[in-house]
């Protein structure tokens, strides 16, 4: 696996707080989006987002060449489903899903010659672009965004939440809420997919065939995919300039914060299989 460019960045610059991963084997190549945290737990000192994209980089690479998709989705979430269960946090994880070590993937196989998305990663293959974005997401965002317009028509300015984010603040109880319908069962327009150590329902994952000589693998710090790093940087670095507060040319859950250089940590993997 011949990787062409990389790139793997925290919010605020500092490597040991970045959440995402990025592994590349003989046989797979994978970027891991671990989920802002919801929750002050703590496991073994880092955040449940840093745990759960270092407990699915473990289970990467210990991955056979020849696994499907469906059997590497459970071989990766029964990874951490046995952590829960020997550190006794299988029930408070079950009954409490904003709690869980919670991250999307974008998992490239070199023997099925296919992405995995699960959760919302994305991906090019070649010079076409595929999203696994969630309904619930694109909702929260649009609320948020709605809530900080009508603020600064109330007097407020954008510097107020460069330093604090109300509008973070006013959907947090959503985003809590939200996890109710990660992996669940009961079907809902709403439902999503995620690894977090609980059954993964498949209707979600998309499967997607490689039919070029290059496949780009990116975590969602990246607004939008080009073929190249470069352009992928130039335009995140075009909306953080333009729209900082990321609630009008780009409407997302949450914004960048002053002291960090981008909204969320980023990954990018440019691979010819």
């Given at each position: 696996m011949k990787v062409i460019e990389q790139n793997i960045l925290s919010k605020n610059n500092i490597v040991e707080d970045c959440e995402d991963c990025l592994v590349v084997t003989d046989s797979f190549a994978c970027v891991i989006d671990g989920a802002t945290s919801k929750s002050e737990r703590l496991i073994n000192g880092i955040t449940i987002g840093k745990f759960a994209s270092d407990m699915i980089k473990e289970s990467v690479c210990k991955l056979r060449k020849d696994v499907d998709f469906k059997t590497a989705i459970e071989l990766i979430s029964n990874h951490l489903n046995l952590y829960y269960k020997n550190n006794n946090l299988f029930d408070i994880m079950k009954n409490n899903p904003?709690?869980?070590?919670?991250?999307?993937?974008?998992?490239?196989?070199?023997?099925?010659?296919?992405?995995?998305?699960?959760?919302?990663?994305?991906?090019?293959?070649g010079n076409v672009y595929y999203s696994n974005e969630k309904l619930i997401d694109k909702i929260i965002a649009e609320t948020r965004s709605l809530y900080l317009e009508l603020e600064i028509l109330s007097g407020s300015n954008i510097d107020e939440f460069l330093q604090y984010d109300k509008g973070r603040e006013y959907v947090l109880p959503l985003l809590k809420k939200q996890s109710l319908l990660q992996n669940n069962?009961?079907?809902?327009?709403?439902?999503?997919s995620v690894i977090d150590g609980f059954n993964v329902n498949l209707e979600n994952v998309k499967c997607i065939d490689v039919n070029s000589h290059s496949v780009v693998l990116a975590t969602d710090g990246y607004p939008k995919l080009f073929n190249n790093l470069f352009e992928s940087e130039a335009y995140l670095n075009y909306i953080l300039s333009e729209d900082p507060l990321l609630f009008?040319?780009?409407?997302?859950?949450?914004?960048?914060?002053?002291?960090?250089?981008?909204?969320?940590?980023?990954?990018y993997l440019k691979i010819e299989p």
């Open positions: 904003w709690e869980r070590p919670t991250a999307s993937i974008a998992l490239y196989s070199k023997y099925k010659n296919q992405v995995w998305l699960i959760g919302d990663c994305h991906c090019m293959i069962n009961r079907l809902s327009e709403y439902s999503y009008r040319l780009y409407k997302s859950t949450k914004g960048l914060q002053v002291g960090n250089i981008s909204f969320d940590d980023r990954t």
